[in-house]
């Protein structure tokens, strides 16, 4: 990032001379794991950089992971129509939570790029370079949020069998139902019969 006004909304980045992942769909195996290799290299020099949940522009009212994302998952929620998120699946993520609570609480912040998948990895077939971009999401939090955000994403998850193992994981399940439901509350006018498509899923991650 070369410049950035937050009060003109201008955000000035270098060009990267590549394609998103995600318009591949014939990697081998060899080319995955040079891939991930390269994304986990690129997330080890961002997670480096340790901070206080408080210091980022923003958070100044919470003093811990655990507080800012119970925060995050609560507007999330509030995002979703009751008629989409009852209150028998509500009180379910909350008792998701309340189950990972030890977990958040002990958390050691960093810089986390927030929404690590396939579309916002760069890839260079020829010099084999991986390159993260669309930093808009960046935040100071939980390093294992972007690794199981990118682990799990949909364009590689039938490669990998990240989402198959994540999802006995009872953080994984956590995060990633946040991250649904935020996008759901966004978009869900423009689905149709998605809708029942990802409440389906939703009663699925916690049976």
């Given at each position: 990032?070369?410049?950035?006004n937050s009060?003109?909304g201008?955000?000035v980045?270098?060009?990267?001379?590549?394609?998103?992942?995600?318009t591949?769909?014939?990697?081998?195996?060899?080319?995955?794991?040079?891939?991930?290799?390269?994304?986990?290299d690129?997330?080890?020099?961002?997670?480096?950089?340790r901070?206080?949940?408080?210091?980022?522009?923003?958070?100044?009212?919470?003093?811990?992971?655990?507080?800012?994302f119970?925060?995050?998952?609560?507007?999330?929620m509030?995002?979703?129509?009751?008629?989409f998120?009852?209150?028998?699946?509500?009180n379910?993520?909350?008792?998701?939570?309340?189950?990972?609570?030890?977990?958040?609480?002990d958390?050691?912040?960093?810089?986390?790029h927030?929404?690590?998948?396939?579309?916002?990895?760069?890839?260079?077939?020829?010099?084999?370079q991986?390159?993260?971009?669309?930093f808009?999401?960046?935040?100071?939090?939980?390093?294992?949020?972007?690794?199981?955000?990118?682990l799990?994403?949909?364009?590689?998850?039938?490669?990998?069998?990240?989402?198959?193992?994540?999802?006995?994981?009872?953080?994984?399940v956590?995060?990633?139902?946040?991250?649904?439901?935020?996008?759901f509350?966004r978009?869900?006018?423009?689905?149709?019969?998605?809708?029942?498509l990802?409440?389906?899923?939703?009663?699925?991650?916690?049976?």
């Open positions: 990032m070369h410049y950035f009060d003109a201008i955000l980045s270098e060009w990267i001379d590549g394609d998103a992942l995600n591949y769909f014939n990697y081998d195996t060899a080319q995955i794991h040079k891939i991930y290799s390269g994304i986990l690129n997330v080890r020099k961002l997670h480096a950089v901070a206080n949940v408080s210091d980022y522009p923003g958070h100044q009212d919470f003093q811990t992971w655990h507080d800012l119970q925060y995050k998952l609560q507007k999330s509030d995002l979703v129509p009751s008629e998120l009852d209150d028998h699946l509500r379910r993520i909350w008792g998701l939570f309340n189950q990972c609570k030890t977990y958040l609480k958390v050691d912040p960093c810089v986390i927030g929404d690590l998948r396939c579309h916002n990895v760069v890839y260079d077939r020829h010099d084999g991986v390159h993260l971009i669309d808009e999401s960046v935040m100071v939090g939980d390093p294992n949020f972007d690794l199981l955000r990118i799990c994403d949909e364009q590689l998850a039938d490669v990998t069998g990240g989402r198959a193992a994540a999802e006995k994981n009872e953080i994984y956590l995060y990633y139902l946040e991250m649904q439901l935020y996008w509350g978009t869900y006018q423009n689905y149709g019969l998605i809708e029942q990802a409440i389906n899923n939703w009663r699925r991650l916690l049976a």
